[in-house]
């Protein structure tokens, strides 16, 4: 008789000495309980378990009666190294997000930009819908989106006929937003920039307030440092070049030193 080794899983001949005990008689009945009563058969004297023989196979050769591997887990395993550490592999998972390959493919900077699906007018009104655009500056976006020169002027001429964009509009918000710290040099040359002409350039200056106040304004700031040390030659070359690089003209730079000597306003 035979049996088979639950380690190698191979056959081992086993006599009846080795089996002598095991024998079961018939199975009790359940009772109603489901519990089935203790039999005699059950009080007999049995091994614990059946007796272990040695043997050596090709892979695992048997050391002092004992086999080299007895099961799976003892055999070592590969692992990947992270920068975490070491951690097991896993088939379809990444152990970190760099390791993933980007799905996007960088474009050539030599290619040209693919034109998209999305007809030229529309996506204007989009970026117009976020902010105020000058006609030029807009142009030049649509142009390095992918568009041909006439498609993004035919944008134009639609966007302006409808009122969506506009060059007076686009250069009142942005004298709004720097009048109060800088002088007309600087809103002429920030106007001009965006691709204002020169004409409506002058309008727009006409139309605010005053330089020489303006500058009045602006040079308060330095009250504290003049309070404190005087009008000194250092300060004062201070604040020429503050009132200058911020587009001031000298005669305004003037007004404002007259004004710094004369000292605070009454209330």
Known sequence: MYLINSKTGKPVEVTDDDLKGY???EKPKRSSFGARPKSKDDQTDRPSKLPQHTFETEEAPAQDGVPKITRSSDYKKKVAKTSFG????????YARTSDKKPKY????????????????????????SKREYSADV???????????EQEADDALILLQG????????????????IEPRVGDARVALTLRQKGIDEQLTKATIEQM????????????KFRKDIAQTGMTQELRQKVY???????????????????????????
């Open 23 to 25: 024998g079961r008689g």
């Open 105 to 128: 493919k960088a474009r050539d900077p030599a290619q040209p930009q693919q034109k998209p699906k999305q007809p030229a007018h529309q996506y204007a009104g989009w970026l117009l």
């Open 162 to 177: 409808l009122n969506y964009q506009s060059d007076e509009r686009y250069a009142e918000m942005k004298t709004r937003q």
């Open 209 to 220: 307030e005053p330089e020489d106040e303006r500058v009045v304004v602006v040079v308060e």
């Open 241 to 267: 070049r503050f009132l200058a690089y911020r587009g001031f003209s000298g005669h305004s730079i003037n007004i404002a030193m007259e004004h710094l000597k004369s000292g605070p306003e009454d209330d």
């Open 138 to 148: 807009l142009r030049r976006k649509l142009v390095l989106r992918g568009y041909s």
């Open 86 to 93: 070491t951690k097991k592999p896993v088939p379809g998972e």
